[in-house]
Structure formats: structure tokens, C-alpha cells
């Protein structure tokens, strides 16, 4: 190479960055939920728990390397480009997603709300005393904003659920009713000078 150009080098790893934060998105539903931002630097985050006092974590580190033919580029095959950066993209989520699980579960047992359900099975009284333990924020409309996270088996677990019965649904109907009193009251609190 006669010369380089730091221009080009920049450019050509922005576009790399956003190509595959862009297939990472597309690749996990709850990457493409995350909303995010390119920052100086990361700090680390910092949680106060009811239990644990507080806790810090670090950021998630996430490395790749790649090496691409020039000549290949140069030819127009661009296959080995979109692999490479797929590839990345793939480990991304990998990474980011073991990651998020660890320290959502460090974050959520820091701040006191787990549910411990003994090695007993999932039941509709289970997800009530989880979804009891949450702040929950709801729509202009009233409809709950919740999302939950399991992992293994959980999502087959929970869509086999039998469907709740008259008293579980009062049970969830009540919870949810004084959740959006709650909120409302939040909502208020924030909203006043």
C-alpha cells in the first residue's frame, strides 16, 4: 500500500460498526428492543439494592477481528465482507445477550425482585407474585408495558401454561388495577413542581 488514508480507515469502520449493529438487531428481538447510542466512554453501572446495598458492573466487552482480501474487494466479490460481518454480528449477539441475562438476574436479585418458586412448577399465581414484585409502566390506553426474560426453557413453559381460571384472572384484573394506580401516582409526582 503507497499510502493510507485515516479518512477512509474511519469511514470504512463506521460503516462495519453500523452493519453489524444492524444484523444484530435483526438477528435478536431483544437486541432490536434496546435502544442505543454511540457514547465517548462507558462507565459502569451502578445499582442500589434493598439487600445488597449497592453493586457495580462493568460494561460488556465485546472483541472482534476480521481480515479481508483485498484483492477479492477489489474484484467486487464482496461474500467474504458480508460473512465477516455476520459473523460479528452473530458473536455480538451471543455476547450481548449472555451479558444482559447475567446481569439482569445480578441487577434483579441486588434490588430484591426475584421470586423464588422453590424448584416448583410455573403456574398463573407464580407470574402474579413476579409481576407484584415489578414497577410497571402502562400506555395512554392502560395496557401494562411488560417484558419479561427467560431463559431455557422458560417461553415454552409459559405459552403451555393451562389458561387461568375465574379466580386467577380476578387475581391478575386486581394486580394490575392497583399497578396503574401506582403508576399514575408516579406519573403525577413527576409531572408536578
Same mark, same amino acid.
Given at each position: 500500500?503507497?499510502?493510507?488514508l ?25 437486541l ?37 482480501? %483485498?484483492?477479492?474487494?477489489?474484484? *467486487? @466479490? ?5 460473512? /465477516? !460481518?455476520?459473523?460479528?454480528? $452473530?458473536? +455480538? ?18 434490588t ?33 408495558? %411488560?417484558?419479561?426474560?427467560?431463559? *431455557? @426453557?422458560?417461553a415454552?413453559?409459559?405459552? /403451555? !401454561?393451562?389458561?387461568?381460571? $375465574?379466580? +386467577? ?10 399497578k ?5 401516582a ?8
Amino acid at each position: 500500500m503507497l499510502f493510507k488514508l485515516p479518512e477512509y480507515e474511519t469511514t470504512a469502520r463506521k460503516v462495519a460498526y453500523d452493519a453489524i449493529n444492524a444484523l444484530s438487531s435483526a438477528q435478536s428481538p431483544l437486541l432490536a428492543e434496546i435502544p442505543s447510542e454511540e457514547v465517548a466512554v462507558i462507565h459502569d453501572s451502578r445499582v442500589s439494592g434493598a439487600t445488597s446495598g449497592q453493586a457495580s458492573y462493568e460494561p460488556i466487552k465485546i472483541r472482534g477481528d476480521f481480515e479481508w482480501d %483485498i484483492d477479492k474487494i477489489c474484484a *467486487g @466479490d464482496l461474500d467474504e465482507i458480508l460473512c /465477516s !460481518l455476520n459473523h460479528l454480528a $452473530e458473536a +455480538q449477539v451471543q455476547a450481548v445477550t449472555a451479558g444482559f441475562v447475567e446481569r439482569l438476574n445480578m441487577v434483579t436479585a441486588a434490588t430484591g425482585n426475584e421470586v423464588d418458586a422453590k424448584g416448583g412448577p410455573l403456574t398463573h399465581e407464580l407470574i402474579v407474585d413476579l409481576l407484584d414484585n415489578m414497577e410497571m409502566d402502562f400506555d395512554d390506553a392502560g395496557n401494562p408495558q %411488560i417484558m419479561l426474560l427467560g431463559t *431455557g @426453557d422458560a417461553a415454552k413453559r409459559f405459552t /403451555s !401454561l393451562p389458561p387461568m381460571t $375465574e379466580e +386467577q384472572e380476578r387475581a391478575y384484573e386486581d394486580l394490575l388495577e392497583r399497578k396503574r394506580r401506582e403508576f399514575q401516582a408516579r406519573r403525577q409526582r413527576q409531572l408536578s413542581p
